[in-house]
């Protein structure tokens, strides 16, 4: 053997070459280098939420936390894992499940059903606030008035709701002073 090596050099490479020639004929790859990072190459959002269940969900090819409301790497399920277990994750759902214990969920036929007080009341409201300015003999047109506005929002709940004088007079006064509202001298 010599002292530099060639040799041994010599070797590997006649080695090398016949490793190489042998994988090339019988189309033998090489394992995979350590360098390569572990991604699931073939993993689609929709499973990722079918594996974690529903705190995640998939829109337009991209997954998304539930909660938080992010975009998600569904490739890699390390970071999946870490957004999970981060403390804004624990916080946001934390908080999210508050408030579904408050509120549960109502259907849209319910939702549109629904009349609140305030919808119920305003006709009685406005034709109450129209009977007095009559009965006070005040023309509907100092219901415009900015002071009275600043009196009805102010003190009245939802007192912004009441119309302006044209619309009391077109809604409330559709025929002149023949509205049932307005004592007539014969009563």
Same mark, same amino acid.
């Given at each position: 053997?010599?002292?530099?090596?060639?040799?041994?050099?010599?070797?590997?490479?006649?080695?090398?070459?016949?490793?190489?020639?042998?994988?090339?004929?019988?189309?033998?790859?090489?394992?995979?280098?350590?360098?390569?990072?572990?991604? $699931?190459?073939?993993?689609?959002?929709?499973?990722? /939420?079918?594996? *974690?269940?529903?705190?995640?969900? =998939?829109?337009?090819?991209? +997954?998304?936390?539930?909660?938080?409301?992010?975009?998600?790497?569904?490739?890699?399920?390390?970071?999946?894992?870490?957004?999970?277990?981060?403390?804004?994750?624990?916080?946001?759902?934390?908080?999210?499940?508050?408030?579904?214990?408050?509120?549960?969920?109502?259907?849209?036929?319910?939702?549109?059903?629904?009349?609140? $007080?305030?919808?119920?009341?305003?006709?009685?409201? /406005?034709?109450? *606030?129209?009977?007095?300015?009559? =009965?006070?003999?005040?023309? +509907?047109?100092?219901?415009?008035?900015?002071?009275?506005?600043?009196?009805?929002?102010?003190?009245?709940?939802?007192?912004?709701?009441?119309?302006?004088?044209?619309?009391?007079?077109?809604?409330?006064?559709?025929?002149?002073?023949?509205?049932?509202?307005?004592?007539?001298?014969?009563?």
């Amino acid at each position: 053997m010599h002292e530099d090596g060639t040799e041994d050099q010599l070797a590997d490479a006649v080695v090398g070459c016949l490793l190489k020639t042998a994988m090339e004929r019988f189309d033998v790859k090489p394992p995979p280098s350590r360098s390569r990072s572990k991604t $699931a190459l073939y993993v689609t959002p929709q499973d990722r /939420v079918t594996e *974690f269940g529903s705190e995640l969900y =998939e829109d337009g090819g991209k +997954l998304y936390c539930s909660f938080c409301n992010v975009v998600l790497n569904h490739v890699r399920k390390s970071a999946i894992n870490d957004h999970l277990k981060s403390k804004t994750h624990t916080k946001r759902k934390g908080e999210f499940e508050e408030q579904s214990v408050r509120k549960k969920p109502r259907t849209l036929t319910a939702s549109l059903q629904c009349n609140s $007080a305030a919808q119920t009341e305003k006709p009685g409201v /406005v034709q109450d *606030f129209v009977r007095m300015f009559l =009965e006070a003999n005040i023309p +509907l047109e100092k219901a415009d008035h900015p002071s009275v506005r600043a009196f009805l929002s102010r003190h009245v709940k939802n007192g912004n709701s009441i119309p302006k004088a044209d619309q009391l007079r077109k809604t409330y006064l559709p025929d002149g002073y023949a509205h049932p509202l307005i004592k007539t001298e014969d009563h």
